[in-house]
């Protein structure tokens, strides 16, 4: 794995690490918010909000934009996926080699019960 | 969900924001190892090792086990498990959303091209 990319990895595990955050992301996906929504839904400070979605967005889990007064938030879908292919790699390549195991178990000679 | 459910999804992403530690998973979807060998995996000390796994099997994505002077570590596929459903859950939420979405836009009346 490149640098840069554990490091883009890095990030998104550590926004994740945190509860407010993953609520963020939790209420997103059912459609966009504005920063005090946010608020509200987390039950913090204005402030506070924004500091959990700077975290979200360096780490490419949400986006956001600024229409007059109104600051929107939306899902990234590229953290999503990068964390989730990452996993994914994990749990597979582990599978696999049990399934190897299982074939090279099942081909031994059987001994004769006795 | 639940506060203790939580917790263990904070510790499990909280494990997996370190590149040593994703590098011990990594190593060990291919077969368990020794603690010394991981240690000469990462190129760090052994007593930096263990502080990295005691990290990863508080969040069940390692286990192991002694013989003798021998500690095993192999892979605990329910830590893995537990950060991936949430991703997964999160993202195919935000997709049927988007599903949804443009299925309301296809059905809207089509104006006329003039």
Redesign the interface.
């Known amino acids: 794995m490149l640098n840069h990319e ?1 490091e883009a ?3 998104v ?2 926004a ?4 407010n955050r ?1 609520a963020v ?2 209420r ?4 966009p918010a504005s920063v005090s929504e946010l608020a509200a839904h987390l039950g913090v400070t204005l402030a506070a909000t924004v500091q959990h979605l700077r975290v979200l967005q360096d780490s490419e889990l949400v986006q956001s934009e600024k229409a007059g007064r109104v600051r929107t938030c939306r ?1 990234d ?1 590229s953290g ?2 990068n ?2 292919a ?3 790699h ?2 597979t ?2 599978e696999h ?1 049990l399934d190897r195991l299982g074939a090279v178990l099942d081909d031994r000679p059987k001994e004769s019960g006795s």
Chains 1, 2 share one sequence.
């Open positions: 554990a990895t890095d990030r595990f550590h994740l690490a945190d509860p993953r992301i939790e997103l996906t059912r459609g899902i879908p999503l996926r964390a989730e990452w996993l994914h994990q749990r390549t582990w080699r």
